[in-house]
Each structure stands twice: as structure tokens, then as C-alpha cells.
């Protein structure tokens, strides 16, 4: 049998776009939200690009992929 729930948003994919938009949807006042990702790990190609270069706008510090997805999962889990 499969579970039912009814949410206020649907997000598929962890990835970049889909952790923004999360975080995004929460800021403008949406508390009933589910975030599907097929992956073992948020993050999406964020956790493959381990060159510097990511946050330095939104972080304000030069960041890894991986450290640049670790910051927005960290926030993501936090609104549980």
C-alpha cells in the first residue's frame, strides 16, 4: 500500500536549484513543503566540483562544491 500526505509544495530534486527553492519557499511563509531527491545525498553536481569558486556571494568566503552544498543542506535541515 502506498502512503498518502497532502503538502502545501512538491519540490523534486535536492540539487542547487532544488535546495533554493526550498529555502526560497520557506522564506516567503511555506511551512508544509516535501523535497524529493533519488540521490543517497543533497547537493546534486555541487558534490562532484571541488574546485573553489562557489559562495563568495552569498557565503561572502570562497567555497568548494561540496562545502558551497554542505552550507545550504545544513540550512535546509534546519527548518525541520
Given at each position: 500500500?502506498?502512503?498518502?500526505?497532502?503538502?502545501?509544495?512538491?519540490?523534486?530534486?535536492?540539487?542547487?536549484?532544488?535546495?533554493?527553492?526550498?529555502?526560497?519557499?520557506?522564506?516567503?511563509?511555506?511551512?508544509?513543503?516535501?523535497?524529493?531527491?533519488?540521490?543517497?545525498?543533497?547537493?546534486?553536481?555541487?558534490?562532484?566540483?571541488?574546485?573553489?569558486?562557489?559562495?563568495?556571494?552569498?557565503?561572502?568566503?570562497e567555497l568548494t562544491g561540496p562545502e558551497y552544498a554542505a552550507r545550504f543542506?545544513?540550512?535546509?535541515?534546519?527548518?525541520?
Amino acid at each position: 500500500m502506498i502512503a498518502r500526505r497532502k503538502v502545501g509544495l512538491v519540490i523534486i530534486g535536492g540539487g542547487p536549484a532544488g535546495l533554493a527553492a526550498a529555502l526560497e519557499a520557506h522564506r516567503s511563509g511555506c511551512r508544509d513543503l516535501l523535497l524529493l531527491e533519488r540521490d543517497f545525498q543533497l547537493g546534486g553536481i555541487l558534490n562532484q566540483c571541488i574546485h573553489n569558486g562557489f559562495g563568495l556571494h552569498y557565503f561572502n568566503e570562497e567555497l568548494t562544491g561540496p562545502e558551497y552544498a554542505a552550507r545550504f543542506v545544513d540550512e535546509f535541515l534546519a527548518l525541520a
